[in-house]
């Protein structure tokens, strides 16, 4: 049942709305009749003038030169083969997609029906006053690479088949730096390829250009060891041969050998092989979803070894997404005409080099990971790395100057550098990186409405993506039925029905006693109150037999926050509770307060607040700027609501002279970093958006952040309750299945931090 839910996900994913997974978007107003003259006739005659009199100006006035044509002909896709080219289509606009995320690249997929490489040629050429550059995926061998190099003879664009270089380009970088930690010359070593498709022959064509010597190569396909012998081979596979004569199988190319690579097929690899080899071995199992050797295996095998695979659930991965978009967003900006060897080697020189400097804190944490650092199990980047971008595409760019294939020359590498991050998406980044962190270590979640579909739902995927280990409260009969009835898979999962009792209801009752005896409870009222699923929930988390509660899909919110209060209470020195929206915008994440709680906060209310806010802020890996908003800048009204929100900006400059805070100002203003430096530039905030908002009230925060849910398009995670002892997170009343997910990504994320936190006091 788990793989058909799988499968039903992957399927509701691209159908849900609008159906796929990318869309054209106006990057030029279109609000007013002239806007519409402009765009079209009569205006857009005017750039179609300078562009017929001198053709590079199609750079100046339109897309071309961001834009990428993904080329399919679907021959091999994925691990599903020749399934054709409309099959292939989710594919390529999920490869569109990443080239977005990751270096702000423009894409149309193009699904060819063809596998005639003349036709394919032709097809492709015609199109090139459209595109920028050509990225060719799941094209087949051996025709994949006479249509590269047809196109890349015939064309003046970059064009690079990605199935072939973009592993090799990410596995050079990762050899480089596994022969460095290994204390291996790469001129000397000895290195066994299994495999000889597209990727492999790519692969090994790289890493004799980066110093491996031919003689010192042993080439496996299905058939076995390509040697002088064999006269099955064709004249690609022919230039890998080995004259040897004494090597016959795999495990006597492994034998003495200094690196495995495996772009082959699954579990062909087993231990005897891995400790034949010579001492310090590398071992890059690169077979998908199943690598040559399984990584527990290889690290088991031998305590010298070196392991990188394709998956990103172990250390290493070999992933493409560390290369392609950066090496066509470098190839792109200077106009280049092709994408050369000798781009290809600075991208791998780049990610490699990269992998040497320290990391930055928000890698750090999205990996869940106290210190990254270069070694045995970091001798590539990670994806979520924002450097790449820089570094890499900056690499390719200055390549392809200095090698003569660049139309257009950059005069200010740091402007460009800065140009380059500007570029980076973060509307969705932080909540990537935070499922990330919560993957590392998985928390015990208690579901307090277990007996509802998009509960148990939800319980599926964050047990299923590795996130937590739900535990389920309620009725266990009707969330047996409710599994059931819609074939769920949660596998083995703890249910608690509260109203039954369990071994630990009278000791929660006792302790709810003892707690609230003066506020008028008895014994036989707390023991009544543990049968309510919030307060035994809550009760789980304060004794620590579970990490976090999640509730409040089918209750009003102080349905929820009570006997948390009562149970757990706040933080010691916290006076007051406070909630919190993350808003992710196209823009970058927002973080909104109060917008759940405290109904007209007296300026001490606001400063608590913003304590609490700024704080949550910094945990989940942002550096906050805070504004305190208001109707006023800086004094330009008095009244009730400007004057406690001045009075509190002076308390926190007084109290916390170390926080990024200024106010009161309007909302523009903080939004507006132009706005705010000619009108105030003596503010503390001067120089980037505020990106933490405070609200001088309950309605209007609340206002403000359902109309930019609803208007704006941004997606609320929240809310996020701030100022309790121990994690309890509240869901909006009828929350989607994707809303709970995320809400239970911060609670996990909360314990997780709050877990550090105790280990160092």
Not at 71 to 95: D, F, H, R, W
Not at 514 to 521: L, Y
């Amino acid at each position: 049942m788990k793989n058909t839910n799988r499968k039903l996900d992957a399927l509701n994913y691209h159908a849900k709305g609008r159906p796929g997974k990318i869309q054209v978007v106006p990057t030029k107003p279109t609000n007013s009749q002239r806007d519409l003259t402009m765009a079209y006739s009569p205006g857009v005659a005017e750039p179609c003038l300078r562009i017929a009199e001198n053709v590079e100006d199609v750079y100046k006035y339109t897309a071309k030169g961001n834009l990428v044509a993904v080329i399919s002909n679907g021959t091999a896709v994925l691990g599903l083969g020749n399934i054709g080219p409309e099959a292939s289509k989710p594919v390529m606009e999920g490869k569109g997609l990443l080239f977005k995320i990751y270096a702000d690249i423009d894409v149309f997929d193009l699904e060819l029906n063809t596998k005639s490489v003349d036709e394919f040629v032709t097809i492709v050429k015609a199109l090139e006053p459209t595109f920028g550059g050509v990225n060719l995926e799941d094209i087949s061998a051996p025709t994949c690479f006479e249509i590269e190099r047809r196109l890349k003879e015939e064309m003046n664009i970059p064009v690079m088949h990605d199935d072939q270089h973009g592993t090799a380009i990410i596995s050079g970088a990762a050899l480089l730096n596994a022969c460095e930690i290994q204390d291996k010359k790469l001129e000397d070593i000895k290195l066994v390829v299994n495999g000889a498709g597209a990727a492999a022959v790519s692969c090994t064509r790289i890493y004799l250009s980066l110093g491996v010597k031919k003689e010192n190569l042993v080439m496996l396909d299905i058939n076995g060891v390509l040697d002088q012998r064999r006269t099955d081979l064709d004249e690609i596979r022919q230039e890998f041969a080995t004259s040897r004569t004494d090597i016959n199988s795999l495990a006597d190319a492994m034998k003495g050998a200094d690196v495995f690579i495996g772009l082959s097929a699954g579990n062909l690899v087993n231990t005897e092989m891995l400790q034949s080899m010579a001492p310090n071995p590398i071992v890059f199992a690169m077979a998908n979803p199943e690598p040559e050797v399984a990584y527990e295996i290889g690290i088991a095998s031998r305590g010298d070894i070196i392991m990188a695979t394709g998956r990103s659930d172990f250390p290493n991965q070999v992933n493409n997404v560390l290369g392609f978009p950066y090496i066509f967003r470098g190839a792109l900006d200077v106009r280049a005409t092709a994408i050369n060897e000798e781009m290809k080697l600075a991208a791998a020189q780049a990610i490699a080099e990269l992998a040497k400097k320290p990391v930055p804190e928000a890698v750090n944490l999205a990996y869940e990971a106290k210190n990254l650092r270069f070694g045995k199990d970091y001798i590539i980047p990670k994806p979520m790395d924002q450097r790449l971008i820089t570094e890499v595409s900056i690499a390719v760019a200055k390549a392809a100057v200095a090698s003569g294939v660049a139309r257009k020359e950059i005069a200010d590498w740091d402007a460009y550098a800065e140009e380059l991050r500007s570029r980076i998406s973060s509307d969705d980044k932080l909540m990537r990186n935070l499922s990330l962190q919560a993957k590392s270590t998985p928390k015990r979640i208690v579901f307090a409405e277990a007996d509802n579909y998009k509960i148990l739902r939800a319980a599926q995927i964050v047990k299923d993506e590795g996130i937590a280990t739900p535990i389920l409260l309620g009725n266990i009969q009707k969330i047996q039925q409710i599994i059931h009835e819609n074939e769920l898979d949660l596998g083995t999962v703890e249910m608690i029905d509260p109203r039954e009792g369990s071994d630990c209801s009278e000791k929660y009752a006792k302790f709810l006693y003892n707690k609230r005896q003066r506020r008028g409870a008895t014994l036989y009222e707390a023991r009544k109150m543990m049968r309510d699923r919030n307060y035994y929930g809550s009760a789980m988390v304060q004794f620590g037999d579970a990490d976090a509660l999640i509730s409040g899909l089918t209750k009003n919110y102080v349905s929820t926050i009570k006997p948390a209060l009562q149970v757990i209470g706040t933080e010691p020195g916290v006076p007051k509770l406070a909630g919190m929206y993350m808003m992710i915008t196209k823009k970058g994440p927002l973080f909104f307060g109060d917008t759940t709680i405290n109904v007209n906060p007296t300026a001490q209310d606001l400063v608590d607040i913003t304590v609490l806010t700024e704080r949550s802020v910094q945990q989940l890996g942002v550096s906050p700027r805070v504004a305190l908003l208001s109707y006023s800048n800086f004094g330009s009204n008095d009244g009730e609501v400007p004057d406690k929100t001045r009075e509190a900006v002076k308390i926190l400059h007084d109290q916390h002279p170390d926080m990024v805070v200024d106010g009161e100002m309007q909302a523009n203003f903080a939004m507006n970093r132009d706005l705010l430096a000619d009108n105030f530039p003596f503010s503390t905030l001067n120089g980037k958006p505020a990106n933490t908002l405070i609200f001088p009230n309950l309605e209007s925060g609340n206002i403000a952040y359902k109309l930019l849910q609803e208007v704006g398009g941004a997606e609320a995670v929240g809310p996020i309750l701030l100022g309790l002892n121990k994690p309890v997170h509240v869901l909006q009343l009828g929350s989607s299945v994707r809303e709970i997910v995320n809400m239970v990504t911060i609670a996990v994320v909360d314990a997780q931090h709050r877990e550090q936190t105790t280990t160092l006091k």
